[in-house]
């Protein structure tokens, strides 16, 4: 009988500094060889000139388990963790928390933080203790948990996520992407600071291939952002995806992944490089490779409540998209401007009028969402005419010709393999004629055509004698753009109604942009809107014909633009308001109705969750918690169940839940600081400010914690309008709000109140936030 074959030694991974750190390694992988357990390292390894990745990959695939230690977030070590949770290994992550810098460090990198680790308190005694009272080889493989509910692989879907800071080339290199209109581009929407790690996994694992970008040292958040990146390249490699790393030059690579890994100097050779790469990129091996065991031995009757980035889960979102009030103003054209702040569903709420609209055959759907859109060339043509009137022309002109150009486009895109009559084809033959006499080329993304409109009237705008009017008309050309509308309106003799959607407008906004310039070309918009729909209206069209425009937009935003606006209370806008906490509490329950597997008759919160959390109904405790966005409240609900599945509970557990909280509320606190910067306020350093000053605060402590700050008063406005804060009505009742008006609305109420009251005016820190500033909070007091 031939005996089964014995399991492999246990992989030990660590840096090679700090060398004491590596010398304890050493010593447990000694000190296990000696009690008859085998172990190695990458110092045990015999190179030979071969590629040391390939010498350690090998290694690893022959390990029975894999121990790293990550205090340090060395790269090679989260590569090398990132490929053993790729091929289902069992894995310790080793952990020295008596060395404050690494707690520090887990914080800020905050990936594994619902990830248990495994402290040695920098002994490897104790290390080889744990190890032999629970081998690692008998730990259940992390990849069970993070991918379970994963979906099958896509053909042709990329995992291409941002930067967390948008350098030129990042912003290149999006905007490539997304002119692949072949290729379903995944993680694009958020970088890799803010989702957690069964997020990132997942969109990896349905993917072909895999694009990372690197920061370089010297960039702000570079150590957090490069070590994320170094465990899911490491994934993605044990999953045997094409991967392609860049970062600027000048970056030292580490050795596990130098030799795929592109150091570009200019973003013309990053794109270069990307195309090529895209071009060429090898078909994976085998399509929906599978992990060998993904379901697990647990009773919860949900994996997941969905993704909470709508624009990745737009297929399933409509059978737990709820509809609101806004939702139905957009859709009957009522709305203009659809405002709201990050998380509360203007993409979701986009998507799913679209998809309403398009249901009537009488509508034209005309959905316009740019990549992105280079606003220097734009901003600098605007400071070239002598009169701003002159500018407002331009913009205004220029977004006729974008949308009206979208239209027609749209038409284009329907009509291929619909039956048409002989005056439809011949319609379509003479608009396609002018298409190409305009230069603007079917599928093109808006982007393309702004930029091509910028080049031309600057253009113009240097030849001597051509005045402003001249100029635009020029380079717009208005003769071809009546043509155009002509056209487009005898094609569209079936349709009512043309729905034009825009989104991602705001795509540019971050700390150091011109805010009046974008200001100005959002306002344009809004004006042209109504141009817009006059000219359709009165088109002369042989049936009534009406045009509506919907801006999708965030509320800091949306409330930047308002300020440079002439008559800013003239500017209609629906901002949607979840303060309704059943119609928010559906959207966890839709989604568990949707998505629950043997789910039983009762309520989700009696058969997920436990009944109480910290004295609260688990329902009450969540909306307590969480701030009053679906996204918000969708993602603390998934912390919640995934640390349920990694410790095996059958419920929700309330300590799965306050376990769960500090993760989401690192999330929250990272959107809150994406958000800042439509405002140019630099946030993070402010907040160490609100570390340990308690959660209540009168109006002198508010003033005191802001004091640093360049404009103390202004800044105060904007964390209530944020959120962040909440302000006193009434004696022990703080209100939350979303938006300046409603903040400053608020506000007055307060103030009137505490003074007829004769208490003093106060502020309270949202509970969403308290969980990180206690982090915080420790952080400085260590």
């Known amino acids: 009988m031939t005996s089964a ?34 172990a190695d390292g990458w110092e045990d390894l015999q190179i030979d000139g071969r590629l040391l990745v390939d010498t350690i990959t090998e290694r690893i695939r022959a390990s029975s388990s894999v121990i790293a230690e990550v205090s340090s977030m060395n790269p090679n070590v989260l590569f090398e ?18 060395d404050g810098d690494a707690e520090r460090l887990w914080s800020d990198v905050a990936i594994f933080s619902t990830i248990g680790r495994t402290n040695y308190g920098g002994n490897s005694e104790k290390l080889i203790a744990r190890y032999s009272a629970f081998p690692p080889a008998s730990t259940p493989p992390l990849a069970e948990t993070i991918l379970a509910g994963a ?60 694009i990372l970008h690197l920061l370089g040292e010297t960039r702000k958040r570079s150590r957090e952002h490069n070590a994320r990146a170094s465990f899911l390249a490491g994934f993605a490699h044990g999953l045997e995806l094409p991967l392609l790393m860049v970062v600027q030059s000048g970056f030292v690579s580490p050795l596990d992944y130098r030799d795929m890994l592109f150091q570009y100097d200019t973003s013309a050779a990053l794109q270069q490089k990307v195309k090529t790469w895209l071009e060429t990129m090898p078909k994976p091996k085998g399509t929906n490779r599978r992990l060998g065991r993904l379901e ?40 203009t401007v659809f405002a709201g702040r990050k998380g509360t569903g203007k993409t979701a709420t986009m998507s799913q009028v679209s998809n309403e609209l398009s249901l009537d055959r009488k509508v034209l759907v005309v959905p316009i969402k740019p990549s992105s859109y280079e606003l220097g060339g734009l901003l600098s043509i605007l400071n070239r005419f002598g009169n701003p009137a002159h500018a407002e022309y331009f913009l205004m002109t220029a977004w006729v010709y974008l949308i009206e150009s979208e239209i027609a486009l749209r038409l284009l895109e329907l009509s291929e393999g619909r039956a048409l009559s002989q005056a439809d084809q011949g319609a379509l033959s003479n608009l396609r004629s002018l298409l190409r006499a305009m230069d603007i080329e079917e599928g093109e993304d808006l982007s393309a055509r702004l930029e091509r409109v910028v080049d031309r009237v600057m253009t113009q705008l240097g030849e001597n004698g051509t005045s402003d009017h001249a100029a635009v008309a020029k380079a717009i050309r208005s003769d071809e753009l009546s043509r155009l509308r ?29 805010f009046e310039g974008n200001a100005r070309f959002i306002l344009s918009l809004l004006v042209t809107a109504g141009k817009i729909e006059k000219d359709f209206s009165r088109s002369g069209a042989a049936h009534q014909l009406r045009a509506t425009l919907a801006l999708f937009i965030r509320t800091d935003i949306f409330d930047v633009v308002r300020t440079y606006a002439r008559e800013p209370d003239k500017i209609g806008a629906r901002t949607v308001d979840w303060g309704d906490e059943q119609l928010l509490v559906r959207v966890l329950e839709e989604r568990y109705a949707a998505n629950a597997r ?54 929700v557990e309330a300590q799965d839940v306050s ?69 006193e009505l009434a004696e022990g009742k703080f209100e939350y709000v979303e938006g300046e008006t409603a903040a400053r609305r608020k506000m007055r109420v307060a103030s009137r109140n505490s003074t007829a009251e004769s208490r003093t005016l106060r502020y309270r820190v949202h509970p969403a936030f308290r969980p990180y500033l206690e982090i915080r909070d420790d952080d400085l007091h260590e």
Not at 312 to 327: A, N, P
Not at 486 to 514: M, P, Y
């Open 296 to 335: 697990l031995d647990i009773e919860l009757p949900l994996r997941s409540f969905g993704q909470y980035v709508a624009e990745y889960e737009l297929e399933d979102l409509g059978k737990y998209f709820i509809q609101t009030s806004e939702f139905s103003a957009v859709v009957s054209g009522a709305a």
């Open 486 to 514: 002509t056209l487009t309106i005898q094609l569209l003799h079936e349709h009512e109604r043309v729905a034009i959607l825009i989104d991602n407008l705001d795509k540019n906004w971050e700390r150091g942009t011109n």
């Open 151 to 210: 979906k099958p692989r896509e053909a042709n879907a990329v995992f291409a996520p941002a930067l967390p800071i948008k350098i030129a080339p990042a912003t290149a290199l999006e905007s490539l992407l997304e002119r692949q209109s072949h290729l379903k581009i995944l993680g694009s929407s958020d970088d890799l600071m803010i989702a957690p790690l069964e997020f990132y996994a997942r969109e990896i694992y349905r993917s072909s291939a895999v």
């Open 659 to 727: 376990y769960a909280e500090r993760e989401y509320s690192r999330f929250a606190m990272e959107a809150l600081i994406v958000e800042s910067e439509s405002v140019d306020i630099n946030l993070e350093e402010l907040l160490y400010e609100f570390a340990g000053v308690g959660a209540t605060l009168t109006a002198d402590d508010l003033g005191e914690v802001l004091a640093s700050a360049p404009e103390p008063a202004k800044l105060r406005d904007w964390l209530v309008a944020a959120s962040f804060l909440g302000v």
């Open 5 to 38: 074959p014995k399991p492999g030694p246990t992989f030990f991974a660590y840096g090679s500094q700090p060398a004491l750190r590596a010398e304890t390694m050493r010593a447990a992988i000694a000190g296990l060889n000696t009690r008859g357990q085998r």
């Open 598 to 651: 043997n789910a039983g008759d009762g309520s989700m919160w009696d058969e997920l969750f436990s009944k109480e959390v910290r004295g609260l109904p688990a329902r009450d405790y969540f909306l307590w918690r969480a701030l009053r966005r679906p996204r918000d409240f969708v993602y603390f609900a998934n912390a919640a169940l995934t640390t349920a599945i990694n410790r095996r509970h059958s419920t």
């Open 81 to 98: 963790l990132g490929y053993a949770v790729a091929l289902n290994k069992p894995t310790w992550l080793a952990f020295d928390e008596t």
